[in-house]
């Protein structure tokens, strides 16, 4: 009961006792008896004289229905006769008649009166005049019209019979009825008179007991009914508290408990009767909401939801959502407070993880985009007011990414992230952020950058230890990474700013050949203003066919003539002229649309190779195909596709490749190298000797040329020694060991081009033996005999300045 006392229930007792009347109940009874009897005697005497009436009425009333049904026969016979009314009707009617008449028989034999013997008397009579009349009104009916006179006179004859009866029943009562009333008379007023007197008696104390008994009555069920509806609400208020899984207790003024329910009490691992009586602080107990207890009582309503922290029993840190209200009360019951309690450990745990996951990468666990971009929010507003000093955002993006994770798998690619990320952790400071802004795109939020010298060296030491090897499953993946970088404030007082100057200093590092940092400088906005427009002209320029090949020979040491080209892309921009392709291009592949100059270029090559098999000549092109292509699978599929496009015969096409192709997934080239040499085509390694691991792809890839780099071949010359004669005569062996021809670049003087052919290069190129030039002057070259040193540079006359 201590629940409902707290809510101000009170027990049925108070409400008092229905009262006992024995005495008055009994006095009731016995006069209700008297009275009884004398009613009973009384009704005797009336209930025989009503039963006498009763028959002589029944007897009246009989013939005055036999009557009555009569005069309605009569009517609806002569309405027969008129043609009225149809013959069943009158049948009906008949039968009513009949049935009247045959009952003034049927009053009871041991009754004798004078009214029940003349009806014995006259009804046999009546009943053979209607045999009479019903063989008359059956002839009627079958069309017989002499039976209406003999009708109408036997009907005639019984409704005098008929009315003469009921009027000598009538007078008889009315004489029975008077004498009657003068017999009975006298006994009648002694006994009403009696009767009234008692009967008043017994209505006044009859009505005086009933009155206190339905006031009794009404008080015992008030009572049960309030008894039952608070134990009922009790019970239902119990069953609330224990079964919702907010944990409840009440408190007196004095923070002493006054209830718990279940919930609390296994929070807390006690029981009920261990805490009532005793505060909190008494027992150890961590409840999270005595401050609370002051504030419900000084308020008029539930307190606002607050978050407390609370320990539990096992003295784990739970967060409860807790509010309290006063309970009113008068005395001794004034100062009672409510809280409830709800443990929302877990959902807050969820809710974390929630927002964890939807401000984190879940590969790599870093800060993602969304998160990093209120980071960086925050300590720009920071920067502003003059709080942390200066800073630095670094952007980092992971060279050669896309062709490592397209080549060697996402597993490898996912391995090859998380490894990147421990190596940039490893050289920032814990107040610094590395996020994950994009699949290779990372980016830190320097925290402290006094000066640009000091960005400059977290982004040189990020740059140096990302152009590092890495170690994948037993495959070393060379990457890097390149950076862009910008001051805080001094670059950028926005997000928006900051990004897009730290992004501009990234597309510079990439534009210097990857691998490196690069700090914002003001100049970068116009050159990459510059560089849009380019990329917007280059697209214009593909799509109508504006660029056009240019042909540089390669002539052959052995056969002393011109063997093949290669073919070098030009560009005549409106604006700016003859555009170097170390610009262009990459600025093609930096805008995404390297395939469709790739097959442009492709597709020029082999229309220029069939123009001149037209002619009578084979002439093998060489033709460079971006590293980009064959990271990402395409460069095969291209070459094919122009291949069966031209009809052209696959051994006069040769691809060229850089050792940018092999770093990262030496495998996945290997596959393309075999592609190529299915479809019949020869391939050449570019730069050949300026890589730190040339000799390494020689042992595993198969290539049919290697092109030795001009820097071997400008600073040959007999009087400085064997340097550089010495490196090119080793190439010269290990690829003719290899089973490859030597094509030497840059070949500028008589002196290299004689040098090269006493250590065996097979072939050379350079400005020496002819600059590019158009097709036309490669075939006339071509043409040219053997040995002829006039031919010796060759010059294109037509050329384009």
């Known amino acids: 009961m201590r629940m409902g006392r707290l809510l101000g229930f009170r027990r049925p007792g108070a409400l008092g006792r229905a009262p006992r009347l024995p005495r008055k109940l009994w006095l009731g009874l016995a006069a209700l008896l008297c009275l009884v009897s004398a009613v009973g005697s009384a009704g005797l005497i009336a209930a025989q004289y009503r039963r006498e009436v009763a028959i002589e009425r029944t007897g009246m ?21 008129a043609g009225q009314t149809p013959g069943w009707r009158l049948s009906e009617r008949f039968e009513i008649l009949y049935s009247r008449v045959r009952l003034l028989d049927s009053v009871r034999p041991d009754v004798e009166s004078p009214q029940i013997q003349l009806l014995r008397e006259v009804q046999p009579r009546m009943m053979a005049r209607l045999a009479v009349l019903e063989e008359d009104l059956s002839a009627l009916l079958e069309g017989d019209g002499t039976a209406v006179p003999r009708l109408n006179a036997t009907f005639a004859a019984l409704e005098t019979q008929l009315n003469d009866t009921a009027r000598q029943l009538h007078n008889q009562a009315r004489y029975g009825q008077r004498r009657a009333s003068t017999e009975m008379r006298a006994p009648q007023w002694v006994l009403l008179a009696s009767l009234l007197g008692l009967l008043l008696s017994t209505m006044s104390l009859v009505a005086l007991l009933s009155a206190q008994e339905r006031r009794a009555r009404q008080m015992l069920r008030r009572a049960t009914a309030a008894a039952a509806s608070q134990a009922e609400a009790e019970r239902m208020l119990r069953a609330l508290v224990g079964a919702v899984p907010a944990m409840i207790s009440a408190f007196d003024r004095g923070g002493r408990f006054l209830f718990l329910n279940d919930a609390l009490a ?329 395939p469709l100059l790739t097959r442009n270029v492709l597709d020029m090559v082999c229309a220029q190779i069939r123009a001149w098999m037209a002619e009578g000549m084979e002439i093998r092109v060489a033709v460079n195909i971006s590293a980009t292509l064959f990271a990402t699978n395409q460069a095969v599929q291209l070459v094919r596709e122009a291949l069966a496009g031209s009809g052209v015969p696959p051994n006069l096409l040769q691809v060229e490749l850089t050792e940018q192709v092999f770093i990262g997934n030496p495998a996945a080239a290997g596959e393309a190298l075999r592609a190529l040499h299915d479809l019949g085509v020869t391939t050449a ?117």
């Open 266 to 594: 296994r929070f807390h691992g006690v029981r009920p009767e261990q805490v009532i009586g005793r505060t909190p602080a008494e027992l150890g107990l961590d409840t999270g909401g005595r401050d609370l207890l002051d504030w419900a009582l000084g308020s008029s309503g539930p307190t606002p939801y607050a978050e407390r922290r609370a320990r539990n029993h096992e003295g784990a840190l739970r967060t409860l959502l807790i509010t309290g209200m006063a309970v009113e009360g008068e005395g001794e019951n004034r100062g009672r407070v409510v809280l409830a309690a709800l443990d929302i450990t877990d959902r807050k745990e969820a809710e974390d993880r929630i927002r964890h996951l939807a401000e984190h990468d879940p590969l790599t666990n870093l800060p993602n985009r969304l998160l990093y971009a209120a980071r960086l929010r925050a300590r720009l507003r920071q920067a502003r007011d003059g709080q942390g000093g200066d800073f630095a955002l670094h952007l980092i993006d992971l060279d050669h990414f896309k062709s490592i994770n397209d080549s060697l798998g996402h597993p490898t690619g996912d391995k090859l992230l998380l490894a990147a990320v421990e190596r940039m952790r490893a050289c920032l400071r814990a107040d610094d952020l590395l996020a994950r802004i994009g699949g290779d795109e990372f980016a830190v939020i320097q925290a402290e950058a006094r000066s640009a010298a000091d960005a400059v060296r977290l982004a040189n030491r990020l740059a140096r230890i990302m152009n590092e090897p890495f170690q994948i499953d037993g495959c070393t993946i060379r990457s890097g990474a390149s950076i862009g970088s910008a001051l805080g404030l001094r670059d950028g007082t926005t997000v928006e700013a900051l990004q897009q100057r730290s992004d501009m200093a990234l597309y510079r590092a990439k534009a210097e050949g990857r691998g490196r940092a690069v700090l914002f400088e003001p100049a970068m906005e116009e050159l990459r203003r510059s560089q849009r427009m380019l990329e917007e002209d280059l697209r214009a320029a593909v799509e109508r066919n504006q660029l056009y090949l240019a042909y540089q020979p390669k002539y052959g040491l052995l056969a002393d003539r011109v063997i093949g080209c290669e073919a070098l892309l030009r560009w005549d921009h409106p604006v700016h002229g003859a555009m170097n392709p170390a610009r262009f291009v990459p600025a093609a592949e930096e805008a995404g649309f390297a």
């Open 685 to 801: 390694l570019d730069d050949f000797g300026t890589g730190y691991s040339s000799l390494g792809y020689l042992q595993h890839l198969s290539f049919d040329v290697l092109k030795v780099d001009r820097t071997f071949v400008q600073s040959l010359n007999r009087a400085d020694g064997n340097n550089s004669s010495w490196i090119i005569e080793t190439i010269v062996r290990l690829a003719h060991g290899l089973g490859a021809e030597v094509v030497a670049e840059g070949v500028e003087t008589p002196e290299q081009l004689s040098l090269l052919r006493d250590l065996g290069c097979d072939a050379a190129q350079g400005f020496l033996l002819g600059r590019p030039m158009t097709a036309a002057a490669v075939a006339a070259a071509f043409r040219a005999p053997p040995g002829d040193p006039a031919a010796l540079p060759i010059v294109d006359a037509a050329a384009r300045p």
């Open 61 to 81: 009333w009989m013939a005055a229905q036999a009557s009555i049904e009569g005069a309605r026969f009569n009517t609806i016979l002569a309405q027969f006769q």
